[in-house]
């Protein structure tokens, strides 16, 4: 059912009003809360993204009870985020969740399967090497080397714990590298042809990458867990032909869309569980704070009652 001008305020006529079922807190919810993005992003409720149902809509192509996810938009940065449980946020931060994919999965996938996929897209077609995926016992990490993995890609992931082997080969990546110490990291040989592509989550093992990843490869530079200052081997990047490129979720609603129906077309059921762990609702705020001591357990979700 479409609104009038008397339900939404004149500046909110192209927005939605959505009950969030399920949050993943995302990386911008630690650098809120901590004070990284200025003392009012530190006030509000966190949550960047998350699925929910519509509860008012003024919008042509969005319904009342329609199933969307929401992200971006300055949630949990200029206005109250996912976690507020009742939110309004503009059109262009809402998609609609494809058919096959529950709320909790698409809160499971969110952001990362959007990223992943914008990297998909940007990776070499032809290539018989594997991708490569940095930091992959983390949220992002671990969605983008299913994301890859289950649509048929080769995957290698690369984590410094070597006990998340086994949960990544069961959400379909070939091999598993342990994330070399840090003298190799910022090596200066170059190491063998390994990959045709790479997603970096780390910002510290783009050296690495740069020297292991073969002629006209793609590194997709998505994250910097690890620093945001980092070195690159140039010498490997002319030579190669390498194309570093930063991919993030700020993608049209129509891209979301794409990403999340593959996200319902290849992944499995089982998938789900794996890629993240759930936490008490009451635990937010100090869970956001300290974020990486969540580090190494995929997404961390958060059921709204
Ligand atoms: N581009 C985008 O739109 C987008 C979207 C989401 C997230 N991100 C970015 O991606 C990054 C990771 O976010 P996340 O949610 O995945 O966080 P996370 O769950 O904490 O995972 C980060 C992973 O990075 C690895 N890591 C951390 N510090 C490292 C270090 N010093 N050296 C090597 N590896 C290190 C760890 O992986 P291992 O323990 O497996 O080694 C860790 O689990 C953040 O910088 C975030 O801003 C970007």
């Not at 409720?45 to 699925?51: I, K, S, V």
């Not at 709320?103 to 990223?115: D, K, M, N």
């Not at 979720?249 to 890629?275: P, W």
């Amino acid at each position: 059912m479409g609104m009038t001008q008397s339900d939404l305020s004149e500046n909110a006529l192209d927005c939605v009003k959505v009950r969030i079922n399920f949050v993943a807190l995302n990386y911008r919810d630690y650098l809120a809360a901590n004070g990284f993005l200025g003392p009012k992003a530190a006030a509000l409720a966190p949550g960047n993204e998350g699925a929910g149902v519509i509860l008012e809509s003024a919008v042509r192509d969005l319904a009342e009870g329609d199933c969307v996810f929401v992200n971006s938009g300055g949630l949990g940065e200029k206005s109250n985020g996912t976690t507020a449980a009742e939110i309004t946020v503009p059109a262009s931060s809402v998609c609609k969740i494809p058919a096959g994919l529950t709320l909790r999965q698409a809160a499971i996938a969110g952001v990362p399967s959007l990223v992943a996929a914008e990297a998909l897209s940007l990776f070499p077609t032809d290539a018989d090497l594997p991708v490569a995926v940095t930091g992959a016992s983390g949220g992002t990490g671990r969605v983008a080397a299913t994301f890859f993995a289950r649509a048929g890609r080769k995957v290698t992931a690369m984590s410094r714990n070597a006990d998340c082997a086994d949960v990544l080969k069961r959400l379909g990546v070939n091999d598993f590298i342990q994330t070399p110490h840090l003298d190799e990291l910022n090596a200066d040989t170059f190491g063998p042809d390994r990959f045709s592509a790479a997603f970096d989550v780390t910002g510290v093992m783009l050296n690495w990458l740069t020297r292991n990843v073969a002629q006209g490869g793609v590194i997709a530079v998505t994250g910097f867990a690890g620093g945001h200052q980092n070195q690159i081997n140039t010498i490997s990047v002319l030579l190669k032909c390498l194309a570093l490129i930063g991919v993030n979720a700020g993608i049209s609603a129509a891209a979301k869309a794409r990403a999340l129906k593959l996200v319902a077309r290849n992944f499995q059921a089982a998938d789900f569980n794996l890629l993240a762990h759930e936490i008490d609702p009451a635990d937010v705020s100090v869970v956001a704070r300290n974020f990486p001591g969540h580090s190494g357990r995929g997404r961390i979700l958060v059921g709204l009652a």
